[in-house]
């Protein structure tokens, strides 16, 4: 009688793998939802930006990098364009980052057999930050910008500054 009673408890193969499916599929909708609102935006960065002493002024929307797929903001920071991308979580800001060459030069979507590069030559160095939710990419060499996002974002991730922000951050 045991063994009956055990046998109707137990779910058929195709319900539990439903079932396991659901857990992953609500955990990770609690994953994204929580880094969604507690991971930094736009809005904090700007904040942040303002809270170290910069003027920051959000310009008129306009089209940015093609090749990162956030959400394009063009802020004039100190009179430097810096280009914010938002990203609905920061596991997709992650893809992104990954797409990136270490100097910043060349974009690769790696699809598959079809995965491509694209290089891009910048007038200026470019320089790749992150934090939480945010991508920034500064296309410059003003001492200053650089100190200033290397404070609110931490070390570059990407660009030509990579060893040379040690120097900056020495002078």
């Given amino acids: ?17 439903l079932l396991a499916a659901g857990l992953v599929v609500a955990a990770l909708g609690v994953y994204f939802g929580w880094t969604s609102l507690t991971a930094p935006d736009t809005a904090s960065v700007v904040r942040s930006l303002r809270a170290a002493g910069a003027t920051v002024t959000e310009q008129p929307p306009s089209e940015g990098s093609s090749f990162l797929h956030g959400s394009a903001h063009h802020l004039l920071v100190n009179g430097q364009d810096v ?13 992104d980052v990954g797409s990136v060459s270490a100097d910043g030069s060349t974009f ?21 930050y992150k934090t939480g939710r945010v991508i920034a990419l500064y296309v410059g060499r003003d001492i200053a910008t650089l100190r200033l996002l290397r404070q609110v974002f931490g070390p570059p991730f990407a660009g030509s500054d990579a060893a040379a922000s040690n120097a900056i951050m020495a002078a």
């Fill in 1 to 17: 009688m045991k063994d009956e009673n055990l046998m109707s408890t137990r779910l058929p193969p195709g319900r539990s793998i």
């Fill in 83 to 95: 280009w914010v991308y938002e990203y609905a979580a920061p596991a997709l800001v992650e893809l």
């Fill in 108 to 128: 690769k979507n790696n699809f598959g057999p079809f995965g491509a590069a694209v290089t891009v030559d910048y007038i200026a160095p470019p320089h790749y």
